[in-house]
């Protein structure tokens, strides 16, 4: 285990150091000066072009330019938003809420995803596994933005269930309808997840030796099925943690929920390039990080994938 | 002096003189191949037809929008008609800036069509070549490829796209599209490597070798083609996924200019307006999300006819 916990760390490492280069290339080799787009349209003073370069480091070369950038991010010096705030207060302030609604959004997508796959696949082919393939397909297709919109225009201004908007008062309660919208864009694909693992569970020995041996149903399938078709939900948690990422911005953007992706969104549409590079460096430092956690969860869970030499 | 053998006595089997039965090749037996098999399959499923009836109108839409309205682009907005209900010609009514909602949808198909055609084929040559280099050649190729390949794999395609389309100044739907299919590529040629990894086993490949083709020779020809079909599947998923792609960054303001007439657009103007005049948002959204519906429906079937595990699962 130990080894292979180093290994997987071991191969995380160049994954990094490759991903933050690639943004950075991105960001600050790209055509164009990114000194002028802060200033937009004006022309700034040359002096301050100077500072700026000099604060950025624009006068060294490339890969003198992202150590200073990389070994910000070791110490958690993400850089400095439009409005002289660092980043990592920024993050501190807003970490909480979006933490609030991303727990709120997978515990209801995976509780729906879990009863919902499993009686699908025990009803495989009937009506009711039918309905709910048809209603998850729409839900994969349905852009999170579209979704968003629906709920607000039907379950808050028409239906008046929910305000339209989140804004100061964003405590667990207030949080309900940005959480079911970004629940709804993670349930279709951990629904049809549970269902299809449960499909493959149920034709295993182990349950028909459970089964033969005489125990129940309301035995074998929460133990011996349920348990194990939610290995593949935990391996899945890297890619919803992507889907999060931006969904929690759209989201959070439409019902101004004050969280890390609403900064984000906002930084993006006022076109505040640093600011986005920071908030894009976390979110990948953030995913990278996951990412590890969940294969180190899934070697735990099952120890097959510890002993496949790669 | 005998050999010791000599004088066990063998055991003879007699020769048995009823006829074996042999597998025999039928030849009036229908053909059967992978392709041939999924399109059986596909052809029985309603589904299959009514999702492809509306790929098909899209891309009609897409390539002659003139003959789907009369409204010539970017044209006849008058302020009079800001957020007005549908009146005769203009069926779904207008828009804030007052331009008709129904033929901004019929001219925006076109771009959605092209950002997500260029962006798809991006994707899946550059997954191709990757993967199947990697796949086939192995070793420390596989390890430098595969390796960049988990590098573009941890940054989500939307979020890299995010940030190249905030620093670049140009935004038309070639540079969109180069966005997203540049960092979209990453599962298309994990998908690769596995299927090529896979068919590089079969009794083919080794004969290939065998009567002297080239390494090369041998992966173009014959390991690339047996191992196309999970990729055709991920490219029709993909395309559903980069006209998504390209909707959220247009409605981000990241995405294609303001003056191009795309429905990620023409959604993110109507936000403003949802309370007053809702059906200019529900109109392109309504496109938007039936197109991205015939796409992956197509692609899911493609992928349950060529892939008999999926099939078992039904």
Same mark, same amino acid.
């Given at each position: 285990?130990?080894?292979?916990?180093?290994?997987? +760390?071991?191969? /995380?490492? %160049?994954? #990094?150091?490759? !991903?933050? $280069?690639?943004? &950075? =290339?991105?960001?600050?080799?790209?055509?164009?000066?990114?000194?002028?787009?802060?200033?937009?349209?004006?022309?700034?003073?040359?002096?301050?072009?100077?500072?700026?370069?000099?604060?950025?480091?624009?006068?060294?070369?490339?890969?003198?330019?992202?150590?200073?950038?990389?070994?910000?991010?070791?110490?958690?010096?993400?850089?400095?938003?439009?409005?002289?705030?660092?980043?990592?207060?920024?993050?501190?302030?807003?970490?909480?809420?979006?933490?609030?609604?991303?727990?709120?959004?997978?515990?209801?997508?995976?509780?729906?995803?879990?009863?919902?796959?499993?009686?699908?696949?025990?009803?495989?082919?009937?009506?009711?596994?039918?309905?709910?393939?048809?209603?998850?397909? +729409?839900?994969? /297709?349905? %852009?999170? #933005?579209?979704? !968003?919109? $629906?709920?607000? &225009? =039907?379950?808050?201004?028409?239906?008046?269930?929910?305000?339209?908007?989140?804004?100061?008062?964003?405590?667990?309660?207030?949080?309900?309808?940005?959480?079911?919208?970004?629940?709804?864009?993670?349930?279709?694909?951990?629904?049809?997840?549970?269902?299809?693992?449960?499909?493959?569970?149920?034709?295993?020995?182990?349950?028909?030796?459970?089964?033969?041996?005489?125990?129940?149903?309301?035995?074998?399938?929460?133990?011996?099925?349920?348990?194990?078709?939610?290995?593949?939900?935990?391996?899945?948690?890297?890619?919803?943690?992507?889907?999060?990422?931006?969904?929690?911005?759209?989201?959070?953007?439409?019902?101004?929920?004050?969280?890390?992706?609403?900064?984000?969104?906002?930084?993006?549409?006022?076109?505040?390039?640093?600011?986005?590079?920071?908030?894009?460096?976390? =979110?990948?430092?953030?995913?990278?990080?996951?990412?590890?956690?969940?294969?180190?969860?899934?070697?735990?869970?099952?120890?097959?994938?510890?002993?496949?030499?790669? | 002096?005998?050999?010791?053998?000599?004088?066990?006595?063998?055991?003879?089997?007699?020769?048995?003189?009823?006829?074996?039965?042999?597998?025999?090749?039928?030849?009036?037996?229908?053909?059967?191949?992978?392709?041939?098999?999924?399109?059986?399959?596909?052809?029985?499923?309603?589904?299959?037809?009514?999702?492809?009836?509306?790929?098909?109108?899209?891309?009609?839409?897409?390539?002659?929008?003139?003959?789907?309205?009369?409204?010539?682009?970017?044209?006849?907005?008058?302020?009079?008609?800001?957020?007005?209900?549908?009146?005769?010609?203009?069926?779904?009514?207008?828009?804030?800036?007052?331009?008709?909602?129904?033929?901004?949808?019929?001219?925006?198909?076109?771009?959605?069509?092209?950002?997500?055609?260029?962006?798809?084929?991006?994707?899946?040559?550059?997954?191709?070549?990757?993967?199947?280099?990697?796949?086939?050649?192995?070793?420390?190729?596989?390890?430098?490829?595969?390796?960049?390949?988990?590098?573009?794999?941890?940054?989500?395609?939307?979020?890299?796209?995010?940030?190249?389309?905030?620093?670049?100044?140009?935004?038309?739907?070639?540079?969109?599209?180069?966005?997203?299919?540049?960092?979209?590529?990453?599962?298309?040629?994990?998908?690769?490597?596995?299927?090529?990894?896979?068919?590089?086993?079969?009794?083919?490949?080794?004969?290939?070798?065998?009567?002297?083709?080239?390494?090369?020779?041998?992966?173009?020809?014959?390991?690339?083609?047996?191992?196309?079909?999970?990729?055709?599947?991920?490219?029709?998923?993909?395309?559903?996924?980069?006209?998504?792609?390209?909707?959220?960054?247009?409605?981000?303001?990241?995405?294609?200019?303001?003056?191009?007439?795309?429905?990620?657009?023409?959604?993110?103007?109507?936000?403003?307006?949802?309370?007053?005049?809702?059906?200019?948002?529900?109109?392109?959204?309504?496109?938007?999300?039936?197109?991205?519906?015939?796409?992956?429906?197509?692609?899911?079937?493609?992928?349950?006819?060529?892939?008999?595990?999926?099939?078992?699962?039904?």
């Amino acid at each position: 285990m130990a080894f292979y916990i180093l290994r997987r +760390i071991l191969q /995380a490492i %160049p994954v #990094f150091f490759g !991903a933050t $280069l690639l943004i &950075y =290339f991105m960001v600050f080799a790209m055509p164009g000066d990114p000194i002028a787009a802060l200033f937009g349209d004006r022309t700034p003073n040359p002096a301050l072009i100077e500072q700026l370069r000099a604060q950025y480091h624009l006068d060294q070369p490339f890969i003198v330019q992202y150590f200073y950038y990389i070994t910000g991010i070791f110490r958690l010096d993400f850089g400095v938003s439009f409005s002289g705030q660092p980043v990592i207060e920024t993050l501190g302030r807003t970490f909480p809420i979006t933490l609030r609604l991303a727990v709120m959004a997978v515990a209801i997508a995976f509780v729906l995803a879990i009863v919902i796959g499993l009686f699908s696949a025990l009803g495989k082919g009937g009506i009711f596994d039918n309905v709910m393939l048809v209603i998850a397909l +729409i839900f994969v /297709a349905l %852009p999170i #933005f579209v979704l !968003a919109f $629906l709920a607000q &225009y =039907f379950l808050a201004v028409q239906l008046g269930w929910f305000r339209p908007t989140v804004g100061a008062q964003n405590d667990w309660g207030d949080l309900w309808l940005p959480a079911i919208v970004l629940g709804f864009s993670v349930y279709a694909t951990s629904m049809r997840l549970t269902r299809s693992s449960t499909i493959d569970t149920l034709n295993q020995d182990w349950v028909r030796t459970a089964y033969s041996k005489g125990l129940p149903r309301e035995r074998v399938i929460p133990v011996h099925v349920l348990r194990n078709s939610l290995i593949p939900m935990i391996t899945d948690l890297g890619t919803v943690f992507g889907v999060l990422m931006v969904g929690a911005t759209v989201t959070e953007g439409i019902f101004n929920v004050p969280g890390v992706g609403n900064t984000l969104y906002q930084a993006i549409i006022r076109g505040e390039n640093p600011t986005v590079v920071s908030f894009v460096t976390v =979110f990948v430092v953030v995913y990278v990080f996951i990412n590890i956690v969940v294969d180190l969860i899934y070697g735990l869970l099952d120890p097959r994938i510890r002993y496949v030499s790669s | 002096m005998s050999r010791p053998d000599a004088q066990v006595p063998h055991y003879v089997a007699p020769i048995d003189t009823t006829s074996v039965p042999v597998d025999v090749v039928r030849i009036d037996a229908k053909r059967s191949n992978l392709w041939l098999d999924a399109w059986r399959d596909l052809r029985a499923r309603p589904m299959f037809w009514v999702s492809a009836a509306f790929v098909l109108l899209v891309v009609v839409v897409s390539v002659w929008p003139g003959l789907f309205t009369n409204v010539a682009p970017n044209n006849d907005c008058q302020l009079a008609n800001s957020n007005g209900g549908p009146a005769s010609g203009h069926p779904l009514g207008f828009t804030r800036q007052g331009c008709d909602v129904y033929s901004r949808i019929v001219w925006g198909t076109r771009t959605s069509v092209i950002v997500g055609l260029l962006a798809t084929i991006i994707s899946t040559v550059v997954g191709i070549v990757m993967g199947a280099f990697a796949g086939f050649y192995g070793g420390w190729l596989d390890s430098l490829l595969s390796r960049i390949g988990d590098i573009f794999f941890t940054i989500p395609y939307i979020i890299a796209a995010i940030v190249v389309m905030s620093v670049i100044p140009v935004r038309n739907e070639v540079v969109l599209a180069l966005a997203i299919g540049a960092f979209a590529w990453a599962s298309t040629a994990r998908i690769m490597r596995a299927e090529v990894l896979r068919v590089k086993q079969s009794d083919f490949v080794m004969g290939a070798e065998a009567i002297g083709l080239s390494r090369f020779r041998t992966m173009l020809s014959h390991v690339l083609p047996n191992a196309m079909a999970p990729v055709i599947v991920v490219a029709t998923l993909s395309l559903a996924g980069a006209i998504v792609a390209e909707s959220v960054l247009s409605f981000l303001g990241v995405g294609l200019g303001g003056s191009i007439m795309s429905w990620g657009n023409d959604i993110s103007q109507a936000q403003t307006s949802i309370r007053t005049a809702p059906m200019a948002l529900f109109w392109p959204s309504l496109a938007l999300t039936l197109t991205v519906l015939a796409f992956i429906t197509l692609g899911e079937l493609l992928r349950d006819a060529v892939d008999p595990k999926a099939r078992a699962q039904r």
